[in-house]
């Protein structure tokens, strides 16, 4: 099922569906192919709502993660949501936490998978290498637990990325920015529910980082994905959002 992808200003995104407000946000090469899986699945009960952040055309010096959450925090005015459970993956799970520590009275629950925030491998320990198509093919499959996942397109995806000289600066900037905005001292401030739903191989944002959450946030719950690498809602779509389902009817019948 195609999506339209709605402009206002400055702002690209896709809502689709009624009801309460399901906001996608998604990692450093991410993009709606990440969700596609959520958004088939939940838009018939929820406004799902995906902001295309734009990571590759902000100015250098606003390419940062506290700028993405500036750039989120001025869509959610814009577009008048009061009451959202955001689920945020690897990059955009970090967003995630810090727009909730900013707002959060906005903030009904949270869904955190592969997020940073406390701890990253980037892409297997290092920038990809320009122009080196097989090594970008390998950090690429390195993001799953079955590498197959790692289809020709994302591959083709992230080669392009790595080899537009602009796109590359403003990753690089935005992962240094990433390691700078440590959260651990922070987290207790959150106490809405949160789950998290993580790859029990995820090589990048492992295991234990997701305990470590855990026992950070004061109300979270912890769900480890079997087989699954750093991005379970692409790897084990099925799964995912059997458990995030499961989460959001336990929020409405506590609501």
Not at 73 to 99: C, E, K, P, W
Not at 188 to 193: A, C, F, I, K
Request: charged content about 25%; aromatic content about 10%.
């Amino acid at each position: 099922m195609e999506f339209t992808i709605k402009q206002e200003g400055k702002f690209k995104y896709i809502e689709e569906g009624e009801g309460e407000v399901l906001m996608l946000l998604h990692g450093l090469f991410g993009a709606l192919s990440n969700f596609r899986g959520i958004l088939d699945e939940f838009r018939n009960g929820y406004k799902v709502v995906i902001p295309l952040l734009p990571i590759y055309e902000m100015p250098i010096l606003d390419s940062t993660v506290i700028g993405l959450v500036k750039h989120v925090r001025q869509f959610v005015d814009m577009r008048g949501y009061d009451s959202m459970t955001l689920v945020g993956n690897s990059l955009g799970g970090h967003i995630a936490q810090l727009y909730a520590l900013e707002q959060p009275h906005k903030i009904r629950a949270m869904v955190l998978t592969g997020s940073s925030g406390l701890f990253e491998d980037s892409l297997g320990g290092g920038y990809p290498k320009r122009g080196d198509y097989e090594y970008i093919k390998d950090r690429t499959g390195y993001t799953f637990y079955d590498p197959k996942v790692a289809t020709k397109e994302l591959v083709d995806e992230i080669y392009e990325i790595c080899n537009n000289r602009g796109k590359a600066i403003r990753i690089i900037s935005m992962a240094k920015s990433a390691m700078r905005e440590n959260l651990a001292k922070l987290l207790h401030r959150l106490t809405m529910p949160v789950l998290l739903i993580w790859g029990k191989e995820d090589k990048i944002t492992p295991a234990f980082v997701a305990e470590d959450f855990q026992r950070l946030l004061v109300n979270s719950e912890l769900v480890l994905v079997e087989q699954c690498g750093h991005a379970p809602m692409m790897e084990k779509p099925f799964e995912f959002n059997r458990i995030l389902n499961e989460f959001l009817q336990k929020l409405k019948v506590a609501a």
